[in-house]
Nanobody, 114 residues
Framework: QVHLVESGGGLVQAGGSLRLSCRVS????????MHWFRQAPGKQRELVAS???????EYVDSVNGRFFISRNNVQMMLFLQMNALNTEDTGVYYC????????WGRGTQVTVSS
């Protein structure tokens, strides 16, 4: 069974930075693409960033150039470095290995104050 544990969220002022982590178990991590999603209050969950097993990255336009996804295959960890945060980045952030996942971890709350 795959376990996903997100951490690193918190309260930050606009313009600040946070680094999210996702600990993965029960998965052939190094062969899996990984993704970060977020769910803002009152909105649907959206895909924010992806990284392939080979390290290629993709971002939604709203975070491109500010967020950076990375992975450590030895530690089976996924990361999201978030810079120049704004209030629209507020939400619960989740990691997953599936784009159309139906099972999720608890996520980690990110709150950006103006």
């Amino acid at each position: 069974q795959v376990h996903l544990v997100e951490s690193g969220g918190g309260l930050v002022q606009a313009g600040g930075s946070l680094r999210l982590s996702c600990r993965v178990s029960g998965l052939n991590f190094r062969l899996s693409a990984m993704h970060w999603f977020r769910q803002a209050p009152g909105k649907q969950r959206e895909l924010v960033a992806s990284i392939s097993s080979g390290g290629s990255t993709e971002y939604v336009d709203s975070v491109n150039g500010r967020f950076f996804i990375s992975r450590n295959n030895v530690q089976m960890m996924l990361f999201l470095q978030m810079n120049a945060l704004n209030t629209e980045d507020t939400g619960v952030y989740y990691c997953n290995y599936l784009r159309d996942a139906t099972r999720w971890g608890r996520g980690t709350q990110v709150t950006v104050s103006s």
